[in-house]
T-cell receptor, first 115, second 115 residues
Framework: GESVGLHLPTLSVQEGDNSIINCAYS??????FIWYKQESGKGPQFIID?????DKRQGQRVTVLLNKTVKHLSLQIAATQPGDSAVYFC??????????????FGSGTRLSIRP | KAGVTQTPRYLIKTRGQQVTLSCSPI?????VSWYQQTPGQGLQFLFE???????NKGNFPGRFSGRQFSNSRSEMNVSTLELGDSALYLC??????????????FGQGTRLTVV
């Protein structure tokens, strides 16, 4: 069956340090891997995605790394700030050209920031 | 540009009743997806609608249904409510076509409590 996003449930990081959130997946047929952030009382918010034929993609303060050999995905957040406190989900999406797509979410990692 | 709007935000229903939730997508978006979020099961895909047609469906019983109108607004209905249906129901909108259609925008959700 489909399985994505085997996360560690919690991660505590000192403010100003870099955070690394890891995710393991099992489905090699995924087209895209996506990271979402969900703050308390809000819906998930798109952070960054990476196509399955890429190894690395950078955004503003975030970097996503994809290792297809070991089926591992990570999100790195530079200089972690209090506003980064949230639950982070990795997710996968398959986009066949002529058909529908859906997002499969992992279980999520709760990131806490220590002052 | 207005975001995804879900109504109502909170709802309390009794077992056996039925409920209808509403979602207005971002203007111009034709795809609306619904997800159920619970502490135990995480975020699970219910179904996706595109141009008034259900394009994809998750593994939920037939008590869960939906529809989409010509203006892309969507409703989901749950009949014969069970205690286990208590959850945050999230709606996500996206343009709905094209290989780059990975960024789904989520609403704040409807918190349904079944008593």
């Amino acid at each position: 069956g489909e399985s994505v996003g085997l996360h560690l449930p919690t991660l505590s990081v000192q403010e100003g340090d870099n955070s690394i959130i890891n995710c393991a997946y099992s489905n090699s047929a995924s087209d895209y891997f996506i990271w979402y952030k969900q703050e308390s009382g809000k819906g998930p918010q798109f952070i960054i995605d990476i196509r399955s034929n890429m190894d690395k993609r950078q955004g503003q303060r975030v970097t996503v790394l994809l290792n297809k050999t070991v089926k591992h995905l990570s999100l790195q957040i530079a200089a972690t700030q209090p506003g980064d406190s949230a639950v982070y989900f990795c997710a996968e999406k398959r986009i066949p050209w002529s058909s529908a797509s859906k997002i499969i979410f992992g279980s999520g990692t709760r990131l806490s920031i220590r002052p | 540009k207005a975001g995804v709007t879900q109504t109502p935000r909170y709802l309390i229903k009794t077992r056996g009743q039925q409920v209808t939730l509403s979602c207005s997508p971002i203007s111009g978006h034709r795809s609306v997806s619904w997800y159920q979020q619970t502490p135990g099961q995480g975020l699970q895909f219910l179904f996706e609608y595109f141009s008034e047609t259900q394009r994809n469906k998750g593994n939920f019983p037939g008590r869960f249904s939906g529809r989409q109108f010509s203006n892309s607004r969507s409703e989901m209905n749950v009949s014969t409510l069970e205690l286990g249906d208590s959850a945050l129901y999230l709606c996500a909108s996206s343009p709905g076509q094209g290989a780059g259609d990975t960024e789904a925008f989520f609403g704040q959700g409807t918190r349904l409590t079944v008593v």
